[in-house]
């Protein structure tokens, strides 16, 4: 893949407005370093918060990523349990930080299958930052296909199902649709991610496994995107 340059300073560089990032490679990270699985999770937390940075310098007004899964359920309970107090932590200590930031918090997808603590911390979390400018989905107990269900049924209760409407019922809504998609890790598919929202996504993979994600990497992946032809199936 070439590398692109990005220059900031160039106001007509094209830039996403939405970004899509499916954060992969935390578990191989760490057990890379025979470290703790939480360890690698944590390590990932860490990038995420260089890429709200490096979003917010480069023209990327919102980011939707992919934390866990409906699938991740099934792992290790120890696991989960350490990934849920990650973002307890998280949800307690840096919601202000991201208030003065500008950034807002939306999160995505069955959050009532997370403790009582854990949602309220959520709703509180959304209320803090809701006078944001940028917008950071977070995807917790999210799945495309569920996401779509619900969607759809909700849009039937009111009695109009097109596309217009079930767009209004995504989990993600009102965030714009990701016009790139960076996933980590070497995996090149989505695995239930934004399946609606992709439709005319870019897609770009790097092997690099999430926590080692860098800032040369963020700007090639906005420099390749820049310069794809997007004619949207025309």
Not at 173 to 200: C, H, M, V
Request: charged share 25%.
């Amino acid at each position: 893949m070439a590398k692109q340059v990005v220059d900031n300073t160039d106001n007509t560089f094209v830039r996403p407005t939405c970004i899509g990032i499916i954060m992969d490679g935390n578990r191989r990270w760490a057990k890379k370093r025979e470290l703790p699985t939480y360890k690698g999770h944590a390590a990932g937390k860490d990038t995420l918060k260089k890429v709200i940075e490096w979003s917010s310098t480069y023209g990327v007004q919102h980011i939707v990523c992919y934390a866990f899964s409906t699938e991740n359920w099934t792992r290790p309970q120890e696991e989960v349990t350490a990934i849920e107090q990650l973002l307890v932590e998280g949800l307690k200590h840096e919601v202000t930080e991201l208030a003065e930031k500008g950034i807002k918090l939306l999160f995505i997808g069955e959050r009532e299958r997370f403790s009582t603590e854990t949602q309220e911390l959520m709703r509180h979390a959304e209320e803090v930052t809701q006078t944001g400018t940028h917008t950071l989905g977070i995807a917790l107990s999210y799945g495309g296909r569920a996401e779509l269900a619900q969607a759809a049924q909700r849009a039937s209760v009111k009695g109009d199902i097109t596309e217009e409407s079930i767009a209004k019922e995504l989990w993600t809504y009102p965030i714009p649709d990701p016009e790139l998609i960076i996933r980590t890790g070497g995996q090149q598919r989505l695995s239930n991610f934004l399946l609606w929202q992709s439709a005319y996504s870019e897609l770009w993979f790097t092997d690099t496994l999430w926590p080692d994600f860098s800032k040369d990497e963020f700007l090639q992946a906005l420099g390749d995107f820049a310069v794809r032809k997007r004619n949207f199936g025309a």
